[in-house]
């Protein structure tokens, strides 16, 4: 019981920091075609950076809510330099897109390498959620019951800017038909640096808030581009349908623990193209 | 310009003497060329920075000699991988025409380089700890002053066991060799004195979050752990997290001092064993601690200390061959013969596979005693002396058996 208990909760946890990673990966792809091979990256310069604002390396310390928000802007404001220095030129062109984020996700995690060295930086919980909640048996760790909640705050934070802003109304116009869009007056260009500044933010800030729970260390990149890729291609709320088949998978079929996860993504990619949930693509 | 006859007699006699000068003469003033094979890119570089912290600091203390001979020092970053090690092996070999290879880090990369080293005749002094090659497979070529990947175990094995009294031990490490020769050895010691492991664990060498594995662990007494690199942290996190209390055992990797600075309260209890301590107080330890300190400002653990001391066996090795490194059977043979009391981790000689023999410590993880400005520390409660990699086995008996594997020793009933 104990066993099932705490892993359906670690499931929507770990669904949960998919969701807040593969939200801005989503939106980048929707909206610009970009396959961002540097997802990963931010999630990792975002720990490393909210760990070091928070550790008080340089001279003062942040809490822990300010360190992540602080780095998610940090990233944010790199990532929109780097789209419009360099993928701004490539507009269109998706292998050359694909080849220069990866190049750049290479040198991000050798920089990275460079400034905090190959030890892993382990992330302490918040001021006050370290403890356990109690149900039946199971100890759940309040902190992974917070980052539920966090997830479920951005899912709704995105849902009303998509939906009922205007700034939501242009990236939406954008994604159905960025042509269209720029007839109508909208400056697409300016709103494809917002939303990738936007997404890699999201992505940075996913890195702090999942620092408790994953630490940071080097290859972490590397270790979460393939779950985002995953939960983008499964599309809707991919993002939890992941997290409970991460760990499941994990517990109840170690032996295939990527052939369980990566199962789903062909499956969808062949059968479905348009996503799960999505609609007919015109 | 006219050249008389005698004159250019005389000189051309100089210059073949000079030719054919014993190569004795020559070695004496030439370069030592050791070649450094590390990893200083990707996820295996926090041990590979290490590595490399390890043989500057030798290469410091004793400004830049070996053996009476002056040292050029080139090191190559494998990137952790079998055919980057490979490739990394050629050039030092070939074009940089090293006498001596310390490194790699890893087994798999040992296992790519080790035919290539034999055939170039290259000594090679290695970290990784991939058993066979000093056991049923040995390489004439290779010799290894750290431990094979269950020689640290046996004797946990053998405290959890007799110490700890456990009767029943939940194993989970990586799934890879080294996790599986790591896991083999403490079995097939846990069960020599009683114990029974219950079942065993491999997650994949990436997994960023262990909670799956850790809800498993149940209907034991305690816990074994093999994690490498920065798996340990994320492993005892996630355990801690989960709200267990079994006690938790582990290798050299595991509770490696270089990861003290990097644990929380979660590795409070965490007992390892290890063939380096940093809490040895011998002046062979100060030494090289004091050293690391003040040449990269960083606390060292089982990595740099690994190399420091292949560096020291390579020193003692030119000096016990006269300082001559070409003929490289002479110079292996001498290296073989190297036995040393003062280094890091206390005495240390070879066995006729090339294989160290020396102590394991076994420590406790906890506050009580820590230095540098660390928090945590390890402090050792009990030391096993002359550590073979057969333990307490004959060496007969010992390599009658297959290789540690992931299904050897098998799980029995318990």
């Not at chain 1, 705050?153 to 954008?174: C, D, N, P, S, Y």
């Not at chain 2, 030092?92 to 296992?111: H, N, Q, S, T, W």
């Not at chain 2, 002053?145 to 053998?158: D, L, R, V």
């Amino acid at each position: 019981m104990t066993f099932w208990v705490l892993l359906t909760v670690n499931s929507v946890t770990f669904g949960g920091l998919l969701f807040l990673l593969s939200a801005g990966f989503s939106l980048i792809f929707g909206l610009m075609r970009i396959p961002n091979l540097t997802h990963g990256s931010m999630f990792m310069a975002g720990a490393y950076l909210g760990a070091t604002l928070l550790a008080g390396q340089l001279g003062f310390s942040l809490n822990f809510w300010l360190a992540a928000v602080v780095a998610a802007l940090a990233v944010a404001a790199l990532s929109a330099l780097m789209e419009r220095v360099l993928l701004r030129r490539l507009a269109g062109q998706q292998l050359a897109q694909v080849l220069v984020t990866l190049g750049v996700s290479l040198m991000v995690a050798d920089i990275c390498l460079m400034v905090w060295g190959g030890d892993p930086i382990s992330v302490d919980n918040p001021p006050g959620l370290g403890g356990f909640v109690r149900i039946g048996a199971a100890a759940l760790p309040l902190y992974r019951m917070a980052v539920i909640v966090i997830a479920a705050v951005f899912a709704i934070g995105l849902w009303l800017m998509l939906e009922r802003t205007r700034l939501g109304a242009m990236i939406r116009a954008g994604v159905d038909d960025p042509d269209m869009a720029r007839v109508v007056g909208i400056r697409v260009s300016r709103l494809f640096t917002i939303v990738f500044a936007l997404g890699a933010g999201l992505a940075a800030f996913a890195g702090m808030i999942g620092g408790p729970i994953l630490s940071v260390y080097p290859g972490l990149d590397q270790d979460m581009l393939p779950l985002a890729l995953v939960v983008v291609i499964l599309g809707g709320t991919g993002s939890i349908i992941i997290g409970f088949i991460y760990n499941f998978g994990q517990a109840l079929l170690p032996e295939l623990a990527y052939f369980v996860l990566f199962l789903p993504m062909v499956l969808v990619l062949v059968l479905r193209p348009q996503g799960l949930f999505g609609g007919q693509v015109l | 310009m006219r050249i008389h006859r005698r004159a250019l007699l005389k000189g051309a006699a100089a210059a073949g003497l000079a030719v054919a000068a014993p190569a004795v003469l020559r070695a004496q003033g030439a370069l030592f060329r050791l070649g450094l094979l590390t990893v200083k890119s990707g996820p295996l570089a926090q041990g590979g920075i290490q590595m490399e912290q390890g043989a500057l600091t030798f290469l410091k203390e004793r400004n830049y000699m070996m053996g009476g001979r002056k040292v050029d020092f080139v090191s190559a970053d494998t990137g952790g991988n079998p055919a980057g090690a490979k490739t990394k092996a050629q050039e030092l070999v070939e074009r940089d025409k090293v006498d001596v290879i310390v490194g790699p880090l890893a087994a798999f990369e040992l296992y790519a380089i080790s035919d290539y080293v034999r055939e170039q005749r290259m000594p090679t002094l290695s970290l990784a700890a991939a058993d066979n090659l000093t056991q049923r497979q040995p390489n004439p070529f290779l010799l290894r002053a750290s431990a094979t990947s269950s020689q640290s175990m046996h004797p946990i094995g053998h405290y959890a066991a007799t110490e700890l009294k456990l009767k029943r031990a939940f194993c989970i490490t990586e799934d890879f060799a080294f996790g599986y020769e790591q896991m083999g050895g403490f079995q097939a010691a846990f069960q020599k004195d009683g114990g029974c492991v219950v079942n065993k664990l491999w997650p994949p060498l990436s997994t960023p979050d262990y909670t799956p594995y850790v809800a498993q662990i149940a209907d034991c007494d305690g816990v074994c752990q093999g994690f490498a690199g920065s798996n340990p942290l994320r492993f005892m996190k996630a355990y801690a997290s989960a709200g267990l209390k079994y006690p938790v055992v582990t290798g050299s990797t595991g509770g490696d001092d270089a990861l003290l600075k990097s644990y929380g309260e979660e590795a409070i209890g965490l007992i390892s064993c290890s063939p380096y301590t940093l809490d040895l107080e011998t002046d062979g330890n100060k030494r090289f601690v004091d050293g690391i300190m003040k040449n990269h400002n960083t606390i060292p653990g089982f990595y740099a200390a690994g190399i420091y001391i292949n560096c020291q066996v390579v020193d003692a090795g030119l000096k016990a061959a006269n300082g001559q490194s070409e003929d490289k059977e002479k110079f292996m043979a001498a290296l073989k013969t190297v036995s040393l009391t003062d280094t890091p981790r206390g005495p240390i000689k070879f066995d006729h596979l090339g294989n160290v023999v020396g102590t394991s410590y076994v420590r406790r993880c906890g506050t009580e005693g820590a230095k540098y400005g660390l928090k945590l520390w390890n402090k050792t409660i009990k030391t096993y002396e002359n550590v073979s990699q057969f333990w307490t086995w004959p060496e007969q008996e010992f390599l009658a058996h297959p290789v540690y594997s992931r299904d050897y020793p098998p799980l029995t009933k318990c």
